[in-house]
């Protein structure tokens, strides 16, 4: 089974910071890795798909790198309604998630 | 506008089987490109992969659950089903069903979640 890793577990950030995310996987995905936003009580949301293509509606602070092992997802910007965790997720071989970023106020 | 939505008893008794539908609105089952998955999500905690299923009836399941999970299509209805047998503490969770998109493997649209308990 692949599986999948984040850094930082938890990432404390003001309103206008920029903020990167990483996912690793254990073996080579290609591009085949999504991010996902998740608020308290709610299901995840899809921001990017295929590692760096921005889900229809999501703000273009958003963005996403990588390919094989290596991800990152970036907020140019951060704006209050984007603390939330966050988690990535493969789809190269069955879906396996990422245990999760939780952004969260400085 | 694609919709789902889970519906299923929020209480089990351990050891019995756990039985949760998918209604889906928007979209046709029976349309080739797309497969329906069932993720858990244990409070507090990360979210895994439970398995899914293509208009086929082909499915995949995880493989820590494979032994006591099915995952079926009611095509007429418009539905998708997972029923998880011997159930135990350990499968209390919000359980979400979501569409997956095959080309890219992400999972676009999802179900509000429901919350099942395992009672001893």
């Known amino acids: 089974d692949i599986q999948m890793t984040q850094s930082p577990s938890f990432v404390s950030a003001s309103v206008g910071d920029r903020v990167t995310i990483t996912c690793r996987a254990s073996q080579g995905i290609r591009g085949m890795l999504a991010w996902y936003q998740q608020k308290p009580g709610k299901a995840p949301r899809l921001l990017i798909y295929?590692?760096?293509s921005l889900q229809s509606g999501v703000p273009s602070r958003f963005s996403g790198s990588g390919f094989g092992t290596d991800f990152t997802l970036t907020i140019s910007s951060l704006q209050p309604e984007d603390f939330a965790i966050y988690f990535c997720?493969?789809?190269?071989?069955?879906?396996?998630f990422g245990p999760g970023t939780t952004v969260d106020v400085k | 506008q694609v919709q789902l939505q889970e519906s299923g008893p929020g209480l089990v008794k351990a050891s019995q089987t756990l039985s949760l539908t998918c209604s889906v609105s928007?979209?046709?089952?029976?349309?080739?490109?797309?497969?329906w998955n069932w993720i858990r999500q244990h409070p507090g905690r990360g979210l895994e992969w439970i398995g899914n299923i293509i208009y086929s009836g082909t499915t995949s399941y995880n493989t820590s659950l494979k032994s006591r999970l099915t995952i079926s299509l009611d095509m007429s209805k418009n539905q998708f089903s997972l029923n998880l047998s011997s159930v135990t503490a350990a499968d209390s969770a919000v359980y979400y069903c979501?569409?997956?998109?095959?080309?890219?493997?992400?999972?676009?649209?999802w179900g509000q979640g429901t919350l099942v308990t395992v009672s001893s």
């Open positions: 928007g979209d046709s089952l029976s349309r080739g490109g797309y497969y």
């Open positions: 979501a569409r997956g998109v095959a080309a890219v493997a992400d999972l676009d649209y």
């Open positions: 295929a590692a760096s």
């Open positions: 997720q493969q789809g190269y071989s069955f879906l396996t």
